[in-house]
Structures are given as C-alpha cells and as structure tokens.
C-alpha cells in the first residue's frame, strides 16, 4: 500500500523539494496557497512516476483544514509523514516599529495555525507515523521581530509534543536547514551571495537520507 506524505507548505522552497525528494515513494498531499506551484510540483512528480493530491489552501483556515484531513481520513486512513514547511516571513524591523498588520499574520501562519494543525493530523499519524518541523532559529536577534518570536514559539510548541510523544509516538523530528536559497532568506538578507547557500533540493535530499524517510 502506498504510502502518504502530507507536506504543508508544498508550493515553493524546501516543501516543494522535499515533495519532490519524497516521490514517487510516497503518494503526496500537497498544502499550499499558491497554485502555480502546487501545479509545477505536480508536473515534477508526475515525471518521476509519482503522484500527488494537490490542496490550494491556506492553513489558517481552519474549517478548511479540519475538511482536508478528514478527507485524507476516509480516503486513506492515514498519513505516514507530515513535514510542515509553511511559514509568513514578515520584514526586518526594529520592534517598537512592529506593523500590527505583519505581525497578525506572523502569529497567525507561524503559531496560531499549530494548535489546530497538530490536533487535526496527530490522529492521521497515530503511534507509528513521522512529523518533522523546521527550526530557524533568530528568536531574540535584532530586526527579527515578528518572525524570530513566532517561529520560537512555533518551535517551542512542537518541543512539548515532541516530549509528549516520545515513548507513544508519532515520532516527532526538529532539524534545523542549512541556509537556504530560497525567497523567503532573500526577504532577510537581500546582500547576500547567494551562491554560498544551500539549494533546496540538495537540503531536502540530505533531511530525507538522514532521517531515513525513503
């Protein structure tokens, strides 16, 4: 039986290359806001021999999210593997210039989004299923504001299940990606040569052999 995947955040950056690294070994439910890439990611999985499920949403809906998961429930039962690669990567700013709009939607997408994610695929999961997370760690370093707080929070969150779950399981994975040429570091460090970084596809490769996902 094929195995399923469920990458949130599937339409660019490393969760395009992990979903793309994970084909055609898993059957690929791929999460993402933006179309154009949900679509060229289908296009590159179809080559490899794989398959996907593509789902154009965003994962702060809720009542979006809960129909997803249930769907993948009746139709599959379960998911092996979920990586969560989503993420809102507000400017740099000082913090007494935070813009309350950024920083909505940076506690929206990097935190508040994990207390009805986890709940919602942990039972896909069950005792035997694997979820990774992504640390990056500019929590409490200048500028960083509104991302390096919420995706410490994120982190710390995913911390307490991974504790949690650690005799019962799912098995809970944080690792930390090389610096990565991707458009969401270009929007933090737009000086810098990118050709010094790693590419997501060779990121996604090393995470996949490392924690022994194919």
Known sequence: MTQIALITGASRGLGFALAEALAPAYHIIAVGRT?????DLDDRIKAKGG??????????NRDAMAHLCRSVHDRWGSVALWAHTAVHAAPLTPVHHLDAKDWDKSLSVNLNAMAHLIPFVAPLL???????????????????GHYG???SAQIAMVRSWQAETAKTGPQVHITTPAPLATATRARFFPG????VLASPHDEAARIVSELGLV
């Not at 179309?35 to 679509?39: A, R």
Request: aromatic letters at 10%; proline letters at 5%; hydrophobic letters at 30%.
């Open 51 to 60: 398959d996907a499920t593509l789902a154009p949403m965003d994962i702060t």
């Open 35 to 39: 179309v154009g890439g949900l679509e």
């Open 149 to 151: 707080t919420t995706k």
């Open 192 to 195: 810098e040569d990118r050709s």
């Open 126 to 144: 069950g005792t035997d299923g694997k979820a990774i997370f992504f640390d990056d760690p500019h929590g409490g370093e200048k500028f960083f």
